[in-house]
C-alpha cells in the first residue's frame, strides 16, 4: 500500500490550492477515503472524509472551504482548498480512516505553508 500526496506549497492567506494523492496497492473505490494534516507541535488532525458513496464529512475548521473528492478510476483523491488562512499550514495525507486507527501506511504527506 502506497499513498503519495502532493500538490501543497507556499500559498497567500486567501488563497487556494488542490491537494492529490494516489493510491497503489489497494482499490480506494471500495473504501472510505480521508485527508488529515499535522501542524507543527499538534496532533494529526481529520480535514475531511469521502465515503465509496460519494457522501463527503467535513472539520468544522474548513467547512465551505475546502472540498474532498476521488475519481475511482485514478485510484485518486483530491482536496481543493480555498480562502486559505495561516491556521491551515501543515502537513497534509491522505489515508484510509480504518488504516489512520491503525496508524498504518501514512505517505510523506505535502506541506502546505499558509503565509504572506
Known amino acids: 500500500v502506497q499513498l503519495q500526496a502532493s500538490g501543497g506549497g507556499l500559498v497567500q492567506p486567501g488563497g487556494s490550492l488542490r491537494l492529490s494523492c494516489r493510491a497503489s496497492g489497494f482499490d480506494i473505490s471500495i473504501n472510505y477515503m480521508a485527508w488529515y494534516r499535522q501542524a507543527p507541535g499538534k496532533q494529526r488532525e481529520l480535514v475531511a472524509t469521502?465515503?465509496?458513496?460519494?457522501?463527503?464529512i467535513y472539520a468544522n475548521s474548513v467547512k465551505g472551504r475546502f472540498t474532498i473528492s476521488r475519481d475511482n478510476s485514478r485510484n485518486t483523491v483530491w482536496l481543493q482548498t480555498s480562502r486559505l488562512k495561516p491556521e491551515d499550514t501543515a502537513v497534509y495525507y491522505c489515508?484510509?480512516?480504518?488504516?489512520?486507527?491503525?496508524?498504518?501506511?501514512w505517505g510523506q504527506g505535502t506541506q502546505v505553508t499558509v503565509s504572506s
Open positions: 489515508n484510509t480512516p480504518y488504516n489512520a486507527a491503525q496508524n498504518i501506511f
Open positions: 469521502i465515503t465509496s458513496g460519494e457522501t463527503t
